[in-house]
């Protein structure tokens, strides 16, 4: 049976109140980000509904199309430009070290001059535009969904205390119900349930390349479902929260609901084995606040873990 929620709520804190899984949740399988500052206001589509030129617009999207792993985010900081450019940032955060690049834009159809497919390759003709920062981006487009402004805001303001000029408002990055959600760019680190308080602790472990808290940690984008869940489920069995503690080998699906991952320690070469088995969930929540009818969700468990010796 499938429930209807009829009286005001909240989907983020329906989510906490049944104990929701967070892990295997973030985006999946991206590793190519296009950070495009945008001042305006967003709608719940934020691209198709903005004022951007035309072609800047049939840029986009054909980048998103045509480049694998990519996903667009708008970004602000407040109603106005940064600076008197510009800021667009191209992120790589495949499982190989992690790239940023930073392009000033005089105007937004200075995008077209870009020559995206040399830019991924890491071609030197871009190398004067690598940027060596640590970006923090905090969802917080209310028009496609409340829990987003709501929580997302204070968390962006008080990480702004933290990592200053690095931190920014972005457009939807998925799972509303576990706002506050943040991405930390480039390595497509997803986190959710952040609390303002947690700002000092998630900069600090992110600039000392680390994951911070497992519990807070929806998954890394370069991955698919299942393996962000193994790499969470990893990372409490073992305690390993450094970024490049682990290098995934691979994931394979065992039966319907089963599925075996390895992931090679990098300083001994130890391989883990983990096997997952997915259940749906006994509750049903809305996934957003715009929705009424719950729905069912997808829970992993751990069901066994070894290490060998490779």
Known sequence: MTLTQTTPFYCSQLSIATDEQ????????????FLLEYPAAWGAQALEESDLPSAVKDQLFAW???IPGSRLQLIKKGSRLAADQINFYVGLSGDSPARLYRFPLDRYEDLLDLAMPAIIAQENDYAQFIDDSRLYLVCTNGKRDQCCAKWGMPLFQALQKQAGDNVWQTTHTGGHRFAPTLLCMPHGLSFGRVEATEARALVDAYQQNAIYQVDRYRGRTCY??????????LREQTGQQALDAFQHLATSQLATDQWEVQFRTTHDNQIHHLQLVSELSTFENPQSCNKTRGEHVRQFRLCQYQMRNS
Request: no cysteine.
């Open 64 to 66: 998103q199309k045509n």
């Open 224 to 233: 698919d479902p299942v393996t962000q869940v193994a790499d969470a489920f």
């Open 22 to 33: 967070i892990f295997g949740t973030a985006v999946a399988s991206t590793t190519v980000w």
